[in-house]
């Protein structure tokens, strides 16, 4: 940022450039004995999403569940930022969607459907899309 932009109409501005990382930027700015801070997050977009389930078979009972994460990563192969959205869908049994990562991932409950079969679970960030299978017998 540059320490000083242009005034005008008793509003000053200046120009903050991202960096090619995530970052955290506080930035403060001052008159006399006045004051003021903001945070700017940076934040690098997905760039693959990989999507799991931790059991790929349940029992057709409609109880039963499973837990799905996605992980997503930026082009640098880093987590992307806190609280980026990911929906969750499937075609078999019934999901909580949407969340938002922590440390790169983003994690739901699928709870099996009642009636057996193959099916999918889909988890979507931005234009990047994932599936895995689950299967209900």
Do not use: M, W
Request: charged share 10%; aromatic share 2%; proline share 4%.
């Amino acid at each position: 940022v540059s320490s000083f932009g242009e005034v005008r109409h008793g509003q000053a501005t200046s120009v903050l450039v991202a960096g090619s990382s995530p970052a955290l930027a506080i930035i403060t700015a001052s008159h006399a004995s006045v004051s003021g801070t903001t945070a700017v997050i940076y934040a690098s977009a997905p760039a693959t999403i990989a999507v799991t389930v931790n059991a790929s078979i349940l029992p057709a009972d409609g109880t039963s569940s499973a837990t799905v994460e996605a992980t997503l990563l930026d082009g640098n192969g880093r987590a992307v930022a806190d609280g980026t959205p990911v929906t969750f869908s499937t075609t078999i049994g019934s999901i909580t969607s949407p969340c938002l990562t922590l440390d790169g991932k983003a994690a739901v409950k699928v709870t099996a459907g009642t009636s057996p079969g193959n099916g999918t679970i889909t988890a979507t960030a931005a234009s990047l899309q994932d599936t895995c299978l689950l299967t209900l017998e």
